[in-house]
T-cell receptor, first 112, second 114 residues
Framework: GEDVEQSLFLSVREGDSSVINCTYT??????LYWYKQEPGAGLQLLTY?????DMKQDQRLTVLLNKKDKHLSLRIADTQTGDSAIYFC????????????FGKGTHLIIQP | EPEVTQTPSHQVTQMGQEVILRCVPI?????FYWYRQILGQKVEFLVS????????KSEIFDDQFSVERPDGSNFTLKIRSTKLEDSAMYFC????????????FGPGTRLLVL
């Protein structure tokens, strides 16, 4: 079945860039997402990318997709304390009503 | 900005009891979903719903679970006879169209089964 893998923790200093990585196995993945979950809160959609793109930029966020290696990354520029959260990578093959397959999430820890 | 809402935010129940979790999806959305997240684990897909019927469901979504859209706004998840292992955060999500796959999530209902 499909699988999505992420490292569990990432620690960065405030002001540095954070790069959160994700790999997936499903070659039919059409849509790839990054969601953010703050403590005790729900899942907030941060950004998404279609599989026919290799980069998407949205303010401080840059998503890079290497479809050949099935590797997705999320770069957060100028990381702030408010960026401290769990970041989930998710994918779906598309088709209207497909459920998302999530990774376990990466805890982003910001050091002052 | 429109958002998905869920009630209650927390629910505590005894093992064997029935629970109904409620969701109000974004109003012009057509696809509805339930996910769960057991503490410390991945978010897992349970079921998707379109045109008043289940579109897809995972292995987790067994006969103890059912979904319903009782009116034009609510989308519910019923667990008939709760088990300890049903304790989790349950997320509802909705998306607009077949060509628009982005799913927007509600804040979740934390269910604790004692």
């Amino acid at each position: 079945g499909e699988d999505v893998e992420q490292s569990l923790f990432l620690s960065v200093r405030e002001g540095d860039s954070s790069v959160i990585n994700c790999t997936y196995t499903d070659s039919s993945s059409t849509y790839l997402y990054w969601y953010k979950q703050e403590p005790g809160a729900g899942l907030q959609l941060l950004t998404y990318i279609f599989s026919n793109m290799d980069m998407k930029q949205d303010q401080r966020l840059t998503v890079l997709l290497n479809k050949k290696d099935k590797h997705l990354s999320l770069r957060i520029a100028d990381t702030q304390t408010g960026d401290s959260a769990i970041y989930f990578c998710a994918e779906t093959p598309g088709g209207g009503a497909d459920g998302l397959t999530f990774g376990k999430g990466t805890h982003l820890i910001i050091q002052p | 900005e429109p958002e998905v809402t869920q009630t209650p935010s927390h629910q505590v129940t005894q093992m064997g009891q029935e629970v109904i979790l409620r969701c109000v999806p974004i109003s012009n959305h057509l696809y509805f979903y339930w996910y769960r997240q057991i503490l410390g684990q991945k978010v897992e897909f349970l079921v998707s719903f379109y045109n008043n019927e289940i579109s897809e469901k995972s292995e987790i979504f067994d006969d103890q679970f059912s979904v319903e859209r009782p009116d034009g706004s609510n989308f519910t998840l019923k667990i008939r006879s709760t088990k300890l292992e049903d304790s989790a955060m349950y997320f509802c999500a909705s998306s607009a169209l077949a060509s628009q796959e982005t799913q927007y999530f509600g804040p979740g209902t934390r269910l604790l089964v004692l």
